[in-house]
């Protein structure tokens, strides 16, 4: 092997390393800054802190929209309407978080990704209070990067999947929601 080709690996590999292991996804781009749940609205913001699985990305949907795709080392806001919401991820697993937002309020979800038998498995974990992310929500604002939604993209992809969105949100409503404690985020986790 030359000497220029040897080169270039190590550089691709070492660009690999550097990057932390931080994820990229069409469905989402840069954003600006962090926002702010408003008087009549929540916040809730979707952080996934850690690199493993970096090159697995998952659209999170809140009932049957697409609101964000989850990213390694990245976070991303979604303000809604305060009451109750049914977050979906999907991979090789389903998982659901039902959650009661109250308005004028900000709510934090982790993100996971662990090896599954064929592929990745996704988890849903709400920052609780009192759970052992409380505090750690403040140092992910500061380090992980912030990303928004790319509306285009994700409306293409929820409108090519409404049926399949449609068909899992039926299968929780009559048989999923029964056969597990989901995780649950109350309006009092807010901050």
């Not at 926002?35 to 809140?62: H, Q, W």
């Not at 991820?89 to 039902?98: Q, S, V």
Request: proline letters at 4%; aromatic letters at 12%; glycine letters at 6%.
């Amino acid at each position: 092997m030359s000497r220029t080709k040897l080169l270039i690996i190590v550089i691709i590999l070492a660009a690999i390393g550097i990057s932390g292991c931080v994820g990229h996804s069409v469905y989402m781009r840069k954003a600006p800054e962090l926002l702010r749940p408003t008087e009549d609205k929540a916040l809730v913001r979707f952080m996934r802190p850690s690199g493993y699985g970096f090159s697995v990305n998952f659209n999170i949907l809140d009932g049957d929209k697409d609101i964000g795709n989850s990213v390694a080392g990245s976070q991303f806001d979604y303000i809604v309407a305060p009451g109750e919401h049914l977050f979906i991820a999907t991979c090789e697993n389903k998982t659901f978080l039902t959650a009661n937002l109250e308005a004028g309020k900000t709510y934090y979800v982790l993100t996971q990704v662990s090896m599954g038998a064929w592929s990745a498995r996704v988890a849903f974990v709400p920052v609780t209070r009192g759970s052992k992310y409380w505090d750690k929500v403040y140092e992910y604002e500061t380090t992980l990067r912030m990303i928004e939604p790319n509306q285009d993209a994700l409306s293409k992809w929820e409108n090519k999947h409404k049926a399949q969105i449609n068909k899992l949100i039926r299968q929780y409503n009559n048989k999923w929601k029964y056969e597990r404690d989901w995780p649950v985020l109350q309006a009092s986790d807010g901050r």
